[in-house]
């Protein structure tokens, strides 16, 4: 008889909306989250690059299972771009391949970024995770490689020019949805303007559900080493990230019902009918995500209760 490997660590679960410093990659943050928890499992809802500051969430034990709906979220960037030159990364990481002379005004600036809301077609940057023929584009970039990335569609729904900063740079804030480039942005800005662009700073203040005043800054958490009490009270719950969905509201029996793979009959007045997606809780705790049809709620995905 096979016997079950233990896992190893706490079986803590929640989002810790991280404020990400300068220098440090996302895969870095994580581990390092993980292990301050103790947590047996981990991951993230969407990559920053070591240069940028700002929201990076981090999904703890059953949390990972919702990171696909807070990764679908809108995102928000506040981002320096500076004119003049053009880089090979398109932020200051990059060589410098190209420079110019000219520089915008602040109308010429609010010109061109008009036709940078709503739907585009935007072209990701040579060093970025895209993958091509099964690569990832920033490993073809590094090795020398030509990299050849067909543009497509990306949505911004809000930009706004925040401040202009003398000649060579400006601050814009930018919404907008999955798989947007900010340095894609601030290259394609450049040259439509004939100046030539790159993305100087970069923080991103809001992912999906959360904002700014969820962010915890890497060294509050470390200062807490070991005091899991203290840790998990900066814990948000598993299903915050599902904040676009009808929420159902359980008593403890239909929880068990559900954790069992069971259906549940929805009633009250005010019940749901229908939903081609909800999740339930009870109270702050995730229990299941599912449908509901004809008043029933059927659970496609469980979640464990609690150890508390």
């Known amino acids: ?50 240069l940028a500051s700002g929201m990076l969430p981090i999904a703890l034990g059953e949390a990972t299972k919702t990171v696909p709906y807070v990764m679908d979220g809108v995102k928000t960037y506040r981002f320096t771009v500076r004119w003049g030159a053009q880089t090979s990364t398109d932020d200051l990481e990059g060589e410098v391949v190209a420079t110019s002379d000219l520089r915008p005004d602040e109308a010429q600036i609010r010109a ?6 709503g739907e585009i077609e935007q072209v990701p940057p040579a060093f970025s995770a895209v993958k091509i023929d099964g690569e990832r584009a920033y490993r073809l970039a590094r090795a020398g490689e030509a990299v050849a990335i067909e543009a497509r569609p ?85 299903g915050m990230a599902l904040h676009e969905l009808p929420e159902i509201r359980l008593t403890p029996p239909q929880a068990s019902r559900l954790r069992a793979g069971n259906a ?5 007045r005010d019940a749901i009918t229908y939903a081609e997606e909800a999740y339930a809780t009870l109270g702050e705790e995730l229990v299941a995500i599912g449908s509901v049809d004809k008043g029933a709620f059927n659970p496609r995905r469980v979640f464990k209760a609690s150890a508390a």
């Open 112 to 117: 061109v970024m008009a036709g940078y809301v």
């Open 264 to 268: 549940i009959l929805l009633r009250g």
């Open 1 to 50: 008889m096979s016997r079950q490997r233990k896992k190893k660590g706490r079986p803590v679960s929640g989002w810790v909306v991280l404020d990400k410093p300068v220098g440090i990659g996302s895969t870095e943050c994580v581990a390092k989250i993980k292990w301050l928890y103790q947590a047996q499992k981990a991951g993230h809802a969407g990559t920053l690059d070591p």
């Open 154 to 238: 990306v949505v911004v729904h809000r930009f706004e020019l925040v401040a202009v900063e003398g000649r060579d740079s400006c601050v814009l804030e930018c919404e907008c949805g999955k798989g947007t480039y900010v340095r894609a942005l601030a290259r394609d800005m450049g040259r439509d303007l004939g100046c030539l662009g790159h993305v100087g700073q970069l923080r991103r203040t809001a992912v999906g559900p959360f904002g700014e005043d969820d962010m915890i800054p890497l060294d509050e958490l470390v200062e807490m080493e070991g005091d899991f009490a203290a840790l998990d009270a900066e814990l948000l719950p598993a």
